[in-house]
């Protein structure tokens, strides 16, 4: 099953924690100093917010599915769709250990489509890197 992905980025966490709770009527599911997830039933969506954002605003948009075999649909989708994609593969980003690709709308807007597969300690994993890596930038073009 198929969940929505909105990934928006802050500049106060608690603040954007505060109002998102109330919103939503629940607390996240995890937070995080720099980082909240909500991941709704109703709407069924994998929601996220980071000060880690290059902006403030809708980072980017996704779609999160459960298996391998689901991903590997979606990616076949994104190729018939004539829409350039790059496989990121299994990366740790967003305290998760993830299989990631990437793909842009005609518009430019940047699509997440993974599978996740443990949570992590950090947002990075467990090396901590001194700047952002590609995996969890945002994407303004393709690498």
């Known amino acids: ?12 966490i608690q603040k954007n924690v505060n109002f998102y709770t109330t919103l939503f009527g629940v607390a996240p599911d995890q937070h995080e100093n720099d980082y ?7 709407p069924k969506v994998n929601f996220a917010i980071s000060a880690r954002a290059r902006q403030h ?10 298996t391998e075999s689901e991903l590997e649909q979606l990616r076949t989708r994104l190729e018939a769709a004539n829409i350039e994609q790059w496989h990121e593969g299994k990366v740790q980003c967003c305290y998760a250990a993830s299989d990631k690709s990437w793909a ?3 518009n430019g807007v940047a699509w997440e489509a993974f599978t996740s ?7 990075y994993g467990d090396d901590a ?6 995996q969890c930038a ?6």
């Open 1 to 12: 099953m198929a969940r929505m992905h909105i990934h928006v980025g802050v500049d106060d």
């Open 36 to 42: 909240a997830k909500w991941m709704l039933d109703d």
């Open 57 to 66: 605003g809708v980072d980017h948009l996704g779609i999160q599915v459960e």
């Open 117 to 123: 597969m443990a949570r992590v300690a950090t947002y």
């Open 129 to 134: 890197p001194t700047q952002v890596p590609e």
């Open 104 to 106: 842009q709308d005609p």
């Open 138 to 143: 945002t994407l303004t073009e393709s690498p």
